[in-house]
């Protein structure tokens, strides 16, 4: 069984600058994953990143960007240069097995224009 | 990525009748789908597991008489909520992932489905 927990519910950031969006998890499994999903108004999941545990390098996809600290049990996303399509529901998941997602409660981003 | 079409987007029903959401994988085959629900403003719940051609594996606490799975097809799921009521209300979002290890294979999920039941 996971864990995850944001500890952010909402956040802000002014457009083209950075914000960082904390998640720590906890979970029995040697071999899981993370992600980062958005989800904006309309509701559909989508997949922002994807880190493997088993990975130390720390996975980037273009302005979005983790810090993956696996003895902290820590998954901070990182997200640059902020456009106003980055406002959404951002939920931190942890997955393994048969790829069962938890997730955490979210944080809404607003993005300052 | 891969497509997976929910449908319908949302559903008004009335308190006792059932509903059935459908949930397919375009361009894949899902060996694997998940059922979740989303309360608004909070975070999504796994329900059920539901492989191919076999019984769905529910979550602790959801019935699983109220709520019917069947996943008979590589690229169709359906979730039932039967004698519906309006704690029902919610938002429903179905994922689907292909063969393969899971570590190597992304879930996709669907667009959601709103019901409200009155």
């Known amino acids: 069984a996971q864990t995850v927990t944001q500890s952010q519910p909402e956040m802000s950031v002014q457009e083209a600058e950075t914000v960082t969006l904390s998640c720590t998890y906890d979970t029995s499994e040697s071999d899981y994953y993370l992600f980062w999903y958005k989800q904006p108004p309309s509701r559909q999941m989508i997949l922002v990143i994807r880190?493997?545990?088993?990975?130390?390098q720390n996975a980037t996809e273009n302005r979005f960007s983790v810090n993956f600290q696996k003895a902290a049990k820590s998954f901070s996303l990182k997200i640059s240069d902020s456009q106003l399509g980055d406002a959404a529901m951002y939920f931190c998941?942890?997955?393994?097995?048969?790829?069962?997602?938890?997730f955490g409660k979210g944080t809404k981003l607003s993005v300052i224009p | 990525g891969a497509v997976v079409s929910q449908h319908p987007s949302w559903v008004i029903c009335k308190s006792g009748t059932s509903v059935k959401i459908e949930c397919r994988s375009l361009?894949?085959?899902?060996?694997?789908m998940f059922w979740y629900r989303q309360f608004p403003k909070q975070s999504l719940m796994l329900m059920a597991t539901s492989n191919e051609g076999s019984k769905a594996t529910y979550e602790q606490g959801v019935e699983k008489d109220k709520f019917l799975i069947n996943h008979a097809s590589l690229t169709l799921s359906t979730l039932t909520v039967t004698s519906a009521h309006p704690e029902d209300s919610s938002f429903y979002i179905c994922s689907a992932r292909g063969g393969g290890n899971p570590m190597n294979t992304e879930a996709f999920f669907g667009q959601g489905t709103r019901l409200t039941v009155v």
């Open positions: 880190q493997e545990a088993y990975k130390q």
């Open positions: 361009d894949f085959q899902a060996t694997t």
């Open positions: 998941a942890c997955g393994a097995g048969s790829y069962q997602l938890t």
